[in-house]
């Protein structure tokens, strides 16, 4: 398994990467014809499902081992007052997976799928990026190395989320590093500041964004000034995934922002994954627009924790059942061919 150690490695492998199998999403295409439905009258169901078997390079896909992975980091950036919790909260809620009561807790187990939580150095946190670089080289591959560990080759789908107090800051710097716009354009309330807490979440954007000014080109080098060590995981995860074909499910707007630096690196980096959700944090449905990526479900979630990917897990379970458990016309006995309406009809 590769361990990258310094950006240009890293750099070189993101912009050489395996497609998908494209025998494998025609089967499926030739199948959904003849299913008893009129054409794409399943809209999108029919489409994840040739989109997982063009990575699994099955046909029909599979789901018989999905797994959920959720990262934890804590911020230094935490310091300027940009989060509604303190930092400590992240140590907590990573003890409240462990115990299995959170959300994510919970529909993993109802989306059939195997979670695993992997904390970050929680008791170091990241630089305050307003002052400094969030991590240095080696902190930020250390942290994609993590990642891309903790992905298993035999997997079916990953779903990939993260908790950590400040992240959602971390999340719209990156954000306004890459695309632009500032703090105005991406900051949301994230755990719930009031406005006073806003307007100080912009600033701080604003500072940080100015301060690294001379990064701003690589994607990389932003991601490790201006992001956190879990944003650095789930860029590991979804590079080895891309690596071994293993379709990839996006969580909400920190989880998103942490896969930006890959699409600005090569722009059908992220072919291998799917948006779960579109969350009500501010900046996401426009930073889903800046990636290409049309979101699965939109019911204003806004918690974190793979949450949304989770549901869109099942969605993709019934996506799969549809496709493999329906008859086709021949098996079921029904007309194929809508009728004809020049055709005379038969006396009766």
């Known amino acids: 398994m590769t361990h990258f150690t310094s950006f240009s490695e890293l750099r070189a492998v993101c912009l050489d990467l395996p497609g998908g199998y494209p025998a494998a999403s025609a089967a499926v295409a030739q199948r959904e014809a003849t299913l008893t439905k009129p054409p794409k009258s399943l809209g999108r169901l029919e489409d994840v499902v040739a989109w997982l078997a063009h990575w699994q390079g099955h046909a029909p896909p599979r789901l018989d081992r999905p797994e959920i992975l959720v990262f934890a ?3 230094g950036v935490t310091a300027r007052g940009v989060s509604a919790y303190p930092a400590e909260v992240t140590v907590q809620m990573v003890a409240n997976f462990a115990a299995g009561g959170a959300a994510i807790n919970q529909l993993a187990k109802n989306a059939g799928a195997r979670l695993r939580v992997i904390p970050l150095e929680l008791e170091t946190p990241t630089a305050d990026f307003t002052e400094r670089p969030a991590m240095s080289e080696q902190d930020f591959l250390a942290a994609v190395n993590a990642g891309s560990d903790a992905v298993p080759a035999d997997c079916d789908v990953i779903c990939l989320g993260e ?3 400040g992240n959602t800051t971390a999340a719209s710097a990156l954000a306004a590093a890459l695309f632009g716009g500032g703090g105005a354009r991406w900051a949301g309330r994230g755990t719930g500041v009031d406005e006073d807490g806003l307007q100080r979440k912009r600033s701080v954007i604003d500072h940080a964004v100015a301060r690294h000014a001379t990064v701003l080109s690589d994607p990389l080098a932003v ?3 201006l992001g956190g060590r879990e944003l650095a995981a789930i860029l590991g995860a979804t590079l080895m995934a891309r690596r071994r074909r293993i379709p990839v ?7 998103t ?4 630096p890959l ?3 090569r722009a059908d980096t992220l072919a291998h994954a799917i948006a779960g959700h579109v969350s009500a944090e501010a900046g996401h449905r426009m930073l889903l627009q800046e990636l290409g ?6 019911l204003d979630m ?3 924790e793979a949450s949304g990917a989770a549901v869109a897990l099942s969605i993709l379970r019934a996506a799969v059942a549809c496709h493999t458990g329906m008859a086709t016309f021949a098996e079921a006995g029904v007309s194929d061919k809508p009728a004809d309406p020049a055709e005379p009809k038969a006396a009766g």
């Open 263 to 265: 699409h600005k690196l």
């Open 73 to 75: 980091g804590n911020h």
């Open 302 to 304: 806004r918690l974190g």
């Open 249 to 255: 499910v996006l969580d909400g707007f920190v989880c």
């Open 223 to 225: 991601a490790a000034a």
């Open 163 to 165: 908790m950590g107090i």
């Open 257 to 260: 922002a942490a896969v930006a």
């Open 293 to 298: 990526l049309k979101p699965l479900l939109d």
